[in-house]
């Protein structure tokens, strides 16, 4: 609104100015509301600027050491978060249309047209149907057991690497401890060096201990997000091939008699 005042305030100086007194005053009025318009939208990028600067800065003062390790946590935390979730999602199948894709090629081509449906199908609730299938020629509880033998090795594909995000989840809060320790410590070394009790000996160390603290809880939430995100979504899919899995047994046994 400012902005549009200013620039009407402006069309209606250029067509109708004079050269008067209260013109000029008014004019004046005018320019300066631009200016201090203007200086408000200035002072609102540095500000805007100034925060990626000030993150830059604090994350300096914490320490290259500790604030490296701990944002290596974050980098490879995320990138095993990023690589699973992309997984799972790829993971994910609409069970329901494949058993009925499975049953409906069961009932015109027989097990093996069910079987190349499970080929043709990605996702783990189609590797299990196939394991299934293709012991069906011995039973039906050699197929069953094929089933959960082979549910467990899909749910150990969709676990992989995810405890890698908890270690991640539990280093980073005790990195930046480690470096609230070492910079109390550090406080405490320049005062007995000193020999002085002075704010300006402590504040140093103190503000390396808070910094790191900080940087490591922040790495730590952020990485939970993602954890428990991951977790939900593989209970997601264990769900659905436990379901899938009884309706595939289901199919065969109708299928047998």
């Not at 200035?42 to 925060?51: H, M, N, S, V, Y």
């Not at 039906?140 to 676990?159: D, F, N, P, R, S």
Request: aromatic share 6%.
């Amino acid at each position: 609104m400012k902005r549009l005042f200013s620039i009407l305030a402006i069309a209606c100086i250029m067509a109708f100015g004079t050269v008067n007194a209260s013109t000029n005053a008014n004019t004046n009025t005018i320019v300066s509301t631009i200016v201090s318009s203007t200086q408000e939208d200035a002072g609102a990028a540095t500000e805007e600027l100034g925060f990626h600067q000030e993150l830059k800065k604090r994350f300096i003062e914490g320490g290259p050491g500790f604030m490296g390790i701990v944002l290596l946590a974050l980098i490879l935390g995320l990138a095993i978060a990023i690589e699973r979730i992309i997984f799972l999602n790829l993971s994910t199948t609409n069970s329901k249309k494949l058993v009925q894709n499975v049953e409906d090629a069961l009932a015109s081509g027989g097990v093996e047209a069910a079987k190349e449906v499970c080929r043709n199908t990605k996702g783990p609730v189609a590797s299990i149907f196939y394991q299934g299938l293709d012991r069906t020629d011995e039973g039906i509880e050699a197929a069953e057991k094929a089933v959960v033998a082979y549910g467990g090795v899909q749910m150990g594909q969709l676990e992989k690497n995810v405890s890698w995000i908890s270690l991640f989840i539990a280093l980073a809060p005790m990195l930046g401890f480690m470096g609230t320790v070492i910079g109390m410590i550090q406080a405490f070394d320049k005062i007995e060096a000193a020999g002085d009790m002075q704010p300006s000996l402590v504040a140093g160390g103190i503000k390396v201990a808070l910094l790191t603290t900080v940087f490591g809880l922040i790495v730590a939430i952020i990485l939970q997000i993602f954890y428990n995100y991951i977790i939900a979504k593989i209970d997601a899919i264990v769900n659905d091939m436990e379901d899938a899995s009884i309706s595939l047994m289901d199919l065969l046994i109708r299928n047998k008699k």
